[in-house]
């Protein structure tokens, strides 16, 4: 038995699809495929695709300057009045809601990009998005002494530049829809936003931990003060959430940690707030959001 | 109208994909043979290295990415899994935060004895706490190139030549970063993986 045969059987755990899973996926490319169809389906399944990158890929948040376009991540220590030490789930996350509301409220124009850098495990991660999805952005990846860059084509008269093997392939372009890296019409209430995740969930309803990860995307991503107060608000009203203290995030940062149950033999996962200003740091154990601008230019990190 | 929708399917069922997709160019609605051949593995790809939940999305996006791109399909090739597999992997990269949260949630999580009714009483045993630890950190900690290779060869079982047509990578870089993945793999497993297998069944 060789590594090789011991890697097979953790990937003999997954089954194909059966014909009911992917009956969803069918339709969609039948409507795509459809030539009479005018593709309703296809409109909402963009938006969702757009959503879904911002959500996993690149997004963040940030507030510019309008001149300097500098960021900053957390609220310099105002906000919620309840000592978090020994606060329960709700009083962590109405706090880190009432300190959201104090950062400034900028909007990035469409020129601009969203800078993030995350510290995953042993890997950080930078991307620079065009904020309106038009422009050339980037991701930069180091891990473990290598580095690479891929580039993330603007999408302009619905045609984007073909990416092979991480580069450009020159002279080629595909059919696209721009992703734009900033959402304007992000609820900015409680109400309208657990409506928002309800409707945009990735697990089953009703599961507490996939609810946590649709967070934990959102709370990764830009959003406007009143946004990400109306996030974590919508959080609280989850039930089952716990408060651990003493958490540390992806980068060794201590802070609150919300613990998102999991119900199918999963690990809990456990969202980290700073004790102090009550920001949102990054996962426990796992990741740590540590840089969030709205740039002018690739590559500015400030 | 009956009649001739059996005769197509018919007529496809004898096709190959290189064929079906030539003719998807006239007819688009025949793109969806492709789909019902290949979906459930390309799904199934997705769900290794992703998770159920966003295979479920990512599925029709490989296929319909594939839709988009039909008429650049190589028809030399007969066979158009290798070709979906890339647009998949492609894929797969916009999301690697989240596959490295799955092989770290999968670490930890051994499936329950109804979920794992396919797969044997030895994997049971064999991927006991400790090894699959190993292995899912591991495969966490891969660069995204050579654990594109390792998977697409162990878990998808695509020939060499395959995963460079996949990848649109050469033969020779599809070795060495097989070599490179298997060489890290190996040492996440100690020097010699066969005692450890060998431990955890006398134990099971």
């Not at chain 1, 900015?188 to 309803?205: K, N, Q, V």
């Not at chain 2, 594939?66 to 290798?82: C, I, L, S």
Request: net charge neutral; charged share 25%; aromatic share 6%.
């Amino acid at each position: 038995m060789d590594d090789l045969q011991l890697l097979r059987q953790l990937g003999a755990e997954i089954p194909p699809a059966t014909p009911e899973l992917l009956s969803s996926a069918r339709n969609r490319l039948l409507a795509a495929t459809t030539p009479a169809s005018p593709a309703p389906t296809t409109i909402r399944r963009s938006t969702r695709r757009s959503w879904r990158l911002v959500l996993s890929g690149v997004a963040a948040a940030g507030i510019a300057a309008a001149v300097t376009s500098v960021l900053v991540l957390a609220p310099d220590r105002f906000g919620g009045d309840a000592p978090a030490a020994k606060a329960n789930a709700t009083q962590v996350l109405r706090n880190a809601a009432t300190a959201a509301l104090q950062v400034p409220d900028v909007t990035p124009r469409p020129d601009q990009f969203i800078y993030r850098r995350i510290q995953d495990g042993p890997s950080t991660h930078e991307s620079w998005l065009s904020v309106d999805g038009t422009r050339d952005g980037l991701v930069r990846e180091s891990s473990a002494g290598n580095n690479t860059e891929t580039p993330v084509p603007g999408c302009r008269n619905g045609r984007a530049a073909v990416v092979k093997g991480g580069q450009v392939v020159p002279g080629r372009t595909e059919p696209c829809t721009p992703e734009p890296a900033y959402r304007p019409d992000m609820p900015t209430d409680a109400t309208a936003m657990g409506a928002y995740l309800a409707e945009h969930r990735s697990g089953e309803p009703g599961s507490v931990n996939a609810a946590g990860k649709d967070v934990l995307y959102l709370a990764e991503s830009y959003l406007r003060p009143a946004s990400r107060a109306a996030l974590y608000e919508a959080a609280a009203a989850v039930p089952g959430l716990r408060a651990v203290e003493n958490v540390t995030d992806g980068a060794g940062r201590s802070g609150i940690g919300i613990a998102w149950p999991s119900t199918n033999g999963g690990e809990e996962m456990v969202l980290a707030f700073d004790a102090e200003t009550h920001a949102f740091l990054g996962t426990s154990g796992y990741s740590a959001v540590l840089a969030l601008a709205v740039v002018d230019e690739v590559g500015q990190t400030s | 109208m009956h009649r001739s929708r059996r005769v197509k399917a018919v007529d496809f069922g004898t096709l190959t994909d290189a064929a079906v997709i030539e003719r998807s160019l006239r007819d688009s609605e025949s793109f969806a043979v492709i789909f019902d051949r290949h979906a459930p593995y390309i799904h199934r790809y997705l769900a290794r290295r992703l998770g159920a939940g966003t295979a479920d999305d990512l599925v029709a996006e490989t296929f319909l990415a594939a839709f988009r791109r039909r008429e650049r399909f190589d028809t030399a090739y007969p066979d158009a899994r290798p070709w979906l597999y890339g647009i998949a992997t492609n894929l797969i990269r916009q999301h690697r935060r989240e596959e490295e949260r799955e092989y770290r949630l999968r670490q930890a999580y051994i499936p329950a004895l109804s979920e794992a009714s396919h797969a044997d009483r030895v994997t049971t045993v064999v991927t006991a706490q400790s090894l699959r630890h190993m292995l899912f950190g591991a495969l966490a900690e891969l660069s995204t190139g050579d654990r594109d290779v390792l998977l697409l060869i162990a878990w998808e079982e695509l020939t060499y030549d395959e995963t460079a047509s996949a990848l649109a990578i050469p033969v020779g870089t599809v070795r060495s970063r097989l070599h490179r993945a298997r060489k890290l793999l190996r040492e996440a497993l100690g020097s010699d993986p066969t005692n450890a297998i060998e431990e955890i069944s006398s134990n099971g």
